[in-house]
């Protein structure tokens, strides 16, 4: 029988693909990714400047013959940074749209808007920015509201009864992030994933430190996979997510990272984790392994 390899072991093997692996060749985006991390997380102001301006210089080496997507999704999210008073979210929009801000958003305005647009057929989520029925432009990434819903949803939600939930689970997966291994969060219902990260940024290969369930950016390059569910699935889905936001305990490397999260998300939903059947430790480990695994499974 295989011997499972020791977390010691992972750490170092980890640590040597992290040098050798993180060259701009074969992760090309990870160095301007994670500029625009820090830059969202250093908030406004001249430290979210500071890293904008280099991750724009890492943007500016990438070949746009062969990382043309790329710098289109890097610059997006780069310019989507440099929003102001509360703006994160740039987005495809026809002139003459009627554009509701937030603060004149009452609840019986919103309650009539979206009996408007569902008297048309359209999903009213698909036109809220930053909701997962979105429709999104593939070439930049950025959220399109010319017809509402999305691009390969044909439903007429006319026909639906009030109130009633499409089921699905969404996986999302940044390539690019932690060096090139990346990191994978989940969402039900909508592309707008979470997923378990440190809580502060002062966490080191092999020791564990405090963590939190939050919001990936949906800025940053990434895929997303839809997985089809019950409305039964998605409570069992939503209640471990809750949990773990409750009492999210540490997080670890090799004990209690994102795709231990999503697994166990997944796996509470009764949703089949092609991972967790291999011996192989590092396709329940690398999200980059993870995800494909995912992938081959639900959209082969």
């Known amino acids: 029988m295989k011997r499972r ?23 090309p985006g990870a ?104 429709s999104v432009n593939p070439r930049t990434g950025r959220p399109e509201f010319a017809f509402g819903g999305t691009a390969n949803d044909e439903t007429d939600f006319r026909n639906l009864p009030p109130g009633q939930q499409v089921a699905d689970l969404y996986v999302s997966r940044f390539p690019n992030a932690a060096s090139g291994f990346g990191h994978v969060g989940v969402g039900v219902n909508t592309e707008n994933t979470e997923g378990f990260y440190p809580r502060e940024n002062t966490w080191r290969m092999g020791f564990e430190t405090p963590g939190e369930v939050r919001s990936d950016d949906p800025n940053l390059p990434h895929d997303m996979l839809r997985i089809p569910t019950t409305p039964e699935q998605d409570t069992a ?7 773990r936001k409750s009492t999210p305990g540490n997080y670890g490397l090799f004990t209690r990272q994102c795709t231990g999260f999503v697994d166990g998300v997944l796996n509470a939903a009764g949703v089949e984790v092609p991972s967790d059947s291999t011996e ?21």
Not at 6 to 25: C, K, N, W
Not at 102 to 126: E, M, Y
Not at 237 to 243: D, F, G, T
Request: hydrophobic share 35%; charged share 25%; net charge negative.
């Open 5 to 27: 390899k020791s977390d010691h072991e992972l750490a170092d093997e980890i640590g040597t693909q992290l040098d050798a692996e993180g060259d701009r060749e074969r992760y």
């Open 31 to 134: 160095k301007a990714q994670g500029l625009l991390q820090q830059a969202s997380d250093a908030g406004s102001g001249d430290l979210r400047a500071a890293y904008l301006q280099d991750a724009q210089r890492e943007i500016a080496k990438l070949d746009p013959a062969r990382h043309g997507r790329m710098i289109n999704q890097l610059q997006s999210a780069a310019l989507a940074l440099q929003g102001r008073n509360g703006d994160t979210q740039i987005a495809h929009v026809t002139p003459g749209e009627f554009v509701v801000p937030l603060s004149v958003l009452t609840p019986k305005l919103r309650q009539a808007l979206a009996a408007a647009v569902r008297n048309a057929g359209i999903d009213p989520r698909s036109l809220v920015v930053g909701d997962g029925r979105n």
């Open 237 to 243: 889905a939503e209640a471990y997510i809750n949990n």
């Open 280 to 300: 192989d430790p590092y396709d329940d480990l690398i999200p980059n392994r993870f995800f494909p695994s995912l992938r081959r499974r639900y959209q082969p």
